[in-house]
């Protein structure tokens, strides 16, 4: 009785806590906690991203593993993600790559990097998705760089610590044409700190990060929706977060958002803003990835807290239920999902992301193992 009480104040609805009392079945997950078998890497995996049934991976590594042997990576790979194969795709980045989106057979990607190959790119690039070859568009000076990526519509998105791009003035954010290539002068939203993560449904543009205010507008701090079009602040969606957003999924029907804080927090919204549900756990989250009706979870967390209650460093202070870097819940109430697999390290899961049409999902970060069998730095589930 002791278990099932605890479950039941973690869980939001009845419901739920009626599925996974003691004794009760609980329904099968359709993604099993085994992940496929992948290359490994030999330093962190900042950012991952799907097109068609590649995964693109970026990160500070400088080799992938495979059978236990190195073969040189620069801080950028691919993995066929139907075999698990390492692919030539091999451009060098000579900085950390921390952000990556995909679209038209081509893959962008962020970072601390001056160079990719022998061509100067500053913080940015785009590059052809078989060849890996340097475009000769997305040739930008910068001052800052980007954490997040996004295509949506014509525009290539950019959030991070930006604050001029080729000597025009830009407040953490900043698009660009994806015909083009050139700094996009009409989308000018100006956050006063910065811009962790992005996401787009329902015509908005969701922005997570440290800032406050938004073009002086102070209703959505650390969360916030912005047009497409200007990047005006959307006044329809109003939260009142209090810490830092690092990673952000949507649905047409809400938004979450990886909370850091102490402990850190799990934040379900609706698409006004409003707080619809709360998870707390004993260490950040840092990505999410939406599949299949399930909202995925990585992060450095160890546990899901009981309560909102936390101590000392984030500790739960009226129990938890194991889950080690890696959870799942129910995006409509939160509640947690039976689903386990475990990672290990101080920092566990950095990035995530997911593809529908091939039902699997990915995590890249600093651990090496799941379930304690070797995954170094990067796993998929499907």
């Known amino acids: 009785m002791i278990f099932r009480d605890l479950v039941c104040r973690i869980l939001v609805t009845t419901i739920a806590c009626t599925a996974l009392a003691t004794g009760t079945a609980t329904p099968a997950h359709a993604i099993g906690s085994t992940p496929d078998n992948t290359p490994g890497f030999n330093g962190s995996v900042w950012a991952t991203a799907y097109a068609g049934d590649t995964v693109y991976l970026g990160g500070d ?18 993995v066929d993600a139907k075999t698990g194969r390492l692919l030539d795709w091999a451009p060098a980045a000579d900085g950390t790559v921390r952000a990556i989106a995909t679209g038209g057979g081509a893959v962008y990607v962020g970072g601390a990097f001056s160079k990719i190959g022998a061509v100067k790119r500053d913080s940015l ?13 997305l040739n930008h000076t910068m001052t800052g760089q980007p954490y997040a990526l996004l295509i949506e519509g014509n525009r290539l998105y950019a959030g991070g610590n930006l604050t001029d791009v080729d000597g025009e003035p ?7 044409g994806l015909g083009s290539g050139k700094l996009d002068g009409t989308w000018l939203p100006k956050a006063d700190d910065q811009v962790q993560a992005l996401a787009a449904v329902g015509g908005r543009i969701y922005v997570g990060g440290k800032f406050k205010k938004i073009n002086s507008a102070g209703g959505a ?6 047009s497409p079009v200007t990047g005006a602040p959307d006044p329809t969606f109003k939260t009142k977060a209090t810490v830092i957003v690092y990673g952000i999924a949507v649905s047409p029907t809400g938004v979450y958002a990886a909370h850091g804080g102490q402990g850190g927090k799990v934040i379900g919204y609706a698409l006004d803003g409003t707080v619809r549900w709360t998870m707390t756990m004993d260490g950040n ?28 460093q984030g500790s739960c202070k ?7 870097k890696l959870a799942a819940a129910s995006p409509s109430d939160g509640s947690l999902d039976p689903w386990t697999a475990d990672g290990n390290g101080v920092l566990g899961v950095l990035a995530m992301a997911s593809s529908p049409a091939l039902g699997k999902f990915t995590a890249g970060g600093a651990f090496t193992t799941i379930n304690g069998v070797a995954r170094k730095r990067f796993a998929q589930w499907g």
């Open 221 to 226: 701090p650390r969360l916030a929706a912005v």
């Open 318 to 324: 009226d129990g938890q239920i194991p889950r080690i």
């Open 125 to 137: 690039a785009k590059l052809d998705g078989t060849t890996g070859a340097v475009s000769a568009m």
């Open 61 to 78: 590594f400088t080799a992938a593993v495979v059978d236990g042997k190195q073969i040189a990576r620069s801080r950028l790979a691919a």
């Open 285 to 312: 989250p840092q990505a999410l990835a939406m599949l299949s009706g399930t909202l995925y979870i990585g992060g450095h967390f160890d546990n899901i807290c009981a309560t909102a209650s936390t101590g000392t």
């Open 170 to 176: 830009r407040g953490m954010l900043a698009a660009f």
